[in-house]
């Protein structure tokens, strides 16, 4: 009897464990929807709001100097141009999938949701990417053409630009497991494992 009422409160446990784990699982593609949408939002954001000014002694006429202002603004690169553009749509995108996502039921529309998903990640892997390579040039310069780092004189800008690219790159690898979840669903569903649940 005791060995009966031990295996039953084992199999409840066992229940109560799958249950919550199938929440969890069910869950997971909202999770990394709204982690994608936080970190390419901040990425946008920090990187569209990227500006330093400094003003520097250029020249000294007798006993006068003569002061310039230098500004560092993300506008002024098209690479950073680009990855704050490329991190706004895919917020964009993120935000109108959670705000649609009743609407994305079935099979086709899992089909299309991946598809743009891949997209999107592409979009903005690359943005980062080219980010990456200008961020690269302006820390250490390039010594074979005489570019000299910027860096060493716009400290805040390189500091807040990098930081939104450790977001822009936290938002693709939130994409990425994210494409790799809505890929394995929609295999799935084509063996007859299980219902498609598109990762929205």
């Known amino acids: 009897m005791a060995l009966e009422n ?8 066992d229940s109560k464990y799958g249950q ?12 990394l929807r709204w982690l994608a949408l936080i970190a390419t939002t901040t990425a946008a ?21 003569i002061s310039q202002t230098f500004t560092a603004k993300f506008q002024q690169t098209p690479a950073f141009v680009y990855f704050v553009a490329a991190n706004a749509v895919a917020s964009f995108y993120n935000i109108m999938l959670v705000l649609l ?7 086709e529309n899992a089909l299309w949701v991946h598809i743009l998903d891949l997209v999107i990640m592409v979009i903005v892997a690359t943005g980062a990417a080219a980010t990456t390579s200008m961020a690269e040039l302006g820390k250490d310069g390039n010594v074979h053409a005489r570019w000299n780092p910027i860096c060493d004189k716009f400290s805040a800008f390189c500091l807040h630009g990098g930081m939104a ?3 822009s790159f ?10 790799i979840h809505s890929l394995v669903s929609l295999h799935r569903s084509v063996q007859g494992q299980q219902p498609v649940d598109p990762s929205v």
Do not use: C, H, Y
């Not at 031990?6 to 446990?13: P, R, W």
């Open 6 to 13: 031990g295996t039953k409160s084992d199999l409840e446990l």
């Open 20 to 31: 919550i784990k199938a929440k969890l699982v069910k869950q997971l593609p909202l999770a």
């Open 45 to 65: 954001i920090g990187m569209g709001l990227n500006k330093q000014s400094k003003t520097s002694v250029v020249a000294i006429v007798g006993t006068q100097p």
């Open 101 to 107: 996502r009743p609407f994305f039921k079935g099979r």
């Open 165 to 167: 690219l450790i977001s």
């Open 170 to 179: 936290v938002g693709t690898l939130d994409l990425f497991l994210l494409n």
